[in-house]
């Protein structure tokens, strides 16, 4: 019988409520004669949450909190507005953003510093190694700087909740750079045991700052891409869509394909579909501005200004990196315009 949960009813039940308040074994009737219950204390989770206190908050929670925090509002605008006027559109900025290699520069570049600092401390626990760590060190902190401009690029063409959390990632990475970077003068002057000190303290920064940067990425999705995918209907063959005469002449629109959304653009007897979601943060296509750039037509994203070529997808200017889904098309003898994914 659990003593915590029943009603003890039995013969001198006020001697048996005194032990249990002292821990210690009584005779328990419907035991039987003479046997002794064991009355085993409240768990430690129950006491505190009796007592008030509340447990430490798991590392999400805490990531949640601050993507929940308009505390960081202002200098998060600060930051970004000033981030925007350095880097205008153009080639150096879509570079920034990984555009020529097709998906976010950030993400590979992170890792440099990173592996050089975790190399740089493991080898501290071991003699002979200094001259190693110092160099993993310094490596280390010159990897900073493109990885830090490349993450400058990315975050601020991002929501204001993932700023946030962008915003406190980079002060983690950005105060482990600077324990790095005393524990590099530390080892210079000959202070080797305040160096490593320092090592691990800019560790503990900078893992902070990469947990951060992960629920950035996979729970908040800052640089996946956000297009609805369309591989899957491949081989299904030509889709109906809508009658050509409805669709307006130069102007974007948009139309439903069972349960995707469509960004469709006739000119003259020729029509592109797209996906309506823009691949950078899902972004309605239809809403934006019809531009020629390099000689194509290209819609720009009303939200970041992402620019896509509206013949197949193609990103000319980020912050997108991923192509946007395409679908071929043709008008039947009907008038219906139809549809297949581009292959």
């Not at 085993?40 to 949450?49: D, H, N, Q």
């Not at 920064?205 to 908040?220: D, W």
């Not at 063959?237 to 002449?249: K, T, V």
Request: aromatic share 4%; glycine share 12%; charged share 15%.
């Amino acid at each position: 019988m659990r003593q915590s949960l029943v009603r003890l009813f039995y013969r001198g039940g006020r001697d048996r409520a005194a032990a249990a308040s002292r821990n210690r074994s009584v005779p328990g009737p419907a035991h039987g004669p003479g046997r002794l219950v064991r009355l085993v204390p409240a768990p430690r989770r129950a006491r505190r949450a009796v007592s008030g206190k509340l447990p430490v908050p798991r590392p999400v929670a805490v990531a949640e909190r601050i993507e929940r925090s308009p505390g960081l509002d202002h200098p998060v605008r600060v930051l970004s507005e000033t981030v925007v006027r350095a880097l205008p559109a153009g080639p150096r900025t879509d570079a920034l953003h990984g555009v020529p290699f097709g998906q976010p520069a950030h993400p590979a570049l992170v890792r440099l510093p990173l592996g050089c600092w975790t190399s740089a401390v493991l080898l501290d626990f071991f003699r002979g190694t200094e001259r190693a760590s110092r160099t993993l060190v310094a490596a280390g902190l010159a990897a900073t700087l493109p990885a830090g401009a490349t993450g400058l690029a990315d975050w601020s063409a991002l929501h204001r909740h993932q700023q946030r959390v962008g915003f406190v990632h980079a002060v983690s990475q950005l105060s482990a750079a600077t324990l790095f970077g005393a524990s590099l003068l530390a080892r210079a002057a000959g202070r080797h045991a305040q160096g490593k000190v320092l090592s691990a303290g800019g560790l503990t920064a900078a893992t902070a700052g990469a947990y951060l940067g992960g629920h950035l990425a996979l729970r908040l999705g800052a640089g996946a891409s956000h297009a609805e995918p369309i591989g899957h209907l491949s081989g299904l063959g030509w889709h109906d869509l809508c009658p050509a005469r409805e669709l307006p002449d130069g102007r974007p629109a948009r139309r439903q394909l069972g349960y995707l959304s469509l960004f469709v653009l006739r000119q003259g007897s020729t029509v592109h579909v797209l996906s309506d979601h823009c691949a950078h943060l899902g972004g309605p296509l239809h809403q934006g501005r019809v531009v020629t750039a390099r000689g194509a037509s290209c819609v720009v994203c009303p939200w970041h200004g992402s620019t896509f070529r509206v013949a197949d997808g193609t990103v000319l200017h980020g912050p997108a990196t991923a192509r946007q889904p395409s679908f071929e098309t043709r008008v039947s003898e009907s008038g219906w315009v139809q549809v297949r994914p581009r292959r």
